[in-house]
C-alpha cells in the first residue's frame, strides 16, 4: 500500500472507529436509561431497593394479633395442650410420643416472650383499657399453670394429676376475640 493509501485507510477506519463509539456511547446512555428505569419501577414497587428495606412500623393492632397468635401457637399447641394429654393419656395431644421435660422448657423460652408482650400491653394508652384487663387475667392464668409445671410436673398417665386449663381458655377465648373486634373497626 502507498503512504497515501494507508493515511485513508487510518482515517476510514478513524472515522468507523468514531462512528462506532459515538453509536456504543448511544447504545449505552439508552442502556443506562434502561437500567435507571428497572431500578425506578422494582424501587416504586417494593420489590427491592430502598422502599422495600424499610419495615412498616407495626400498628397495636397487628402487634396484639401477634399476641394472639403467640398464646395459640406457642403457650397453648406447642404447650398447655399437649401437658394436659400428657397426665391423662401418656402422649401428646394426636397420640405422639411426648418429651415432657423439653416441652416445659421451650415453654419457658415463651415465657420470656410473654413479659415482653406484658411490657408492650401495659404500655397501651387507655383506649384499650379492655383489652388489657383481659391480658392480665389471661397472663396471670399462663403464670400460674406455668409455676405449678416448674414447681410438679407430670408424669405420663397420672390420673391424680391436676391441670385444669378451663380459665386460660376462656381467657384467651375473650382476648382473642377482643382483638379481632379491635382489628374489625
Known amino acids: 500500500m502507498c503512504k497515501k493509501g494507508k493515511w485513508g485507510f487510518l482515517i476510514g477506519l478513524s472515522m468507523v472507529l468514531f462512528i462506532l463509539s ?72 394426636t397420640g405422639n410420643e411426648l418429651d415432657i421435660e423439653f416441652t416445659i422448657d421451650r415453654l419457658g423460652k415463651a415465657m420470656e416472650k410473654k413479659a415482653e408482650y406484658n411490657s408492650y400491653i401495659a404500655g397501651l394508652d387507655s383506649k384499650y383499657d379492655d383489652i388489657k384487663q383481659v391480658w392480665t387475667k389471661l397472663s396471670n392464668e399462663i403464670d400460674t399453670l406455668y409455676a405449678k409445671l416448674k414447681e410438679n410436673p407430670p408424669h405420663a398417665t397420672d390420673s391424680e394429676y391436676e391441670f385444669d386449663t378451663g380459665l386460660f381458655k376462656q381467657y384467651s377465648k375473650a382476648f382473642d376475640s377482643d382483638v379481632e373486634s379491635l382489628n374489625a373497626q
Do not use: H, M, R
Open 22 to 93: 459515538g453509536c456504543a456511547s448511544n447504545e449505552k446512555t439508552e442502556e443506562e436509561k434502561l437500567v435507571e428505569a428497572i431500578q425506578e419501577a422494582v424501587k416504586d414497587s417494593s420489590i427491592g431497593g430502598e422502599a422495600s428495606n424499610k419495615a412498616e412500623k407495626p400498628t397495636v393492632e397487628s402487634t396484639l394479633s401477634e399476641i394472639v397468635n403467640f398464646v395459640t401457637i406457642d403457650i397453648w399447641n406447642e404447650a398447655f395442650v399437649n401437658i394436659s394429654w400428657y397426665a391423662g393419656s401418656g402422649t401428646d395431644s
